[in-house]
């Protein structure tokens, strides 16, 4: 059973940049791809960026050119660097990797506010 972590959100005014975490309680290279949902208030849930185990990204458009997607093996994390944040970018931020069954994160707020 695989646990997921995420760390890294908060308030950021628009504009701002943040950085989430998401550890793994094992190895990541078990996992086929990795990646990033969102849900915002009355909203569905939606994917925001992927990473596969060889390392090939592929990102919602809305937030292409500005979120980065990375993964560090040897740490068992991936990571979501975010900028030129908009308040349409405000949402529960959840993590998750396939490896056979597909295991989630609990979730971290990001609200992007002035």
């Known amino acids: 059973q695989v646990q997921l972590v995420e760390s890294g959100g908060g308030l950021v005014q628009p504009g701002g940049s943040l950085r989430l975490s998401c550890v793994a309680s094992g190895s990541i290279l078990s996992m086929n791809h990795m990646g990033w949902y969102r849900q915002a208030p009355g909203k569905e849930r939606e994917s925001v960026a992927l990473?596969?185990?060889?390392?090939?990204?592929d990102y919602a458009g809305a937030v292409k050119g500005r979120f980065t997607i990375s993964r560090d093996n040897a740490k068992n994390t991936m990571y979501l660097q975010m900028n030129s944040l908009k308040p349409e970018d405000t949402a529960v931020y959840y993590c998750?990797?396939?490896?056979?069954?597909?295991?989630w994160g609990q979730g971290t707020q990001v609200t992007v506010s002035s």
């Open positions: 998750y990797g396939v490896a056979g069954s597909r295991y």
């Open positions: 990473i596969t185990k060889g390392g090939v990204t």
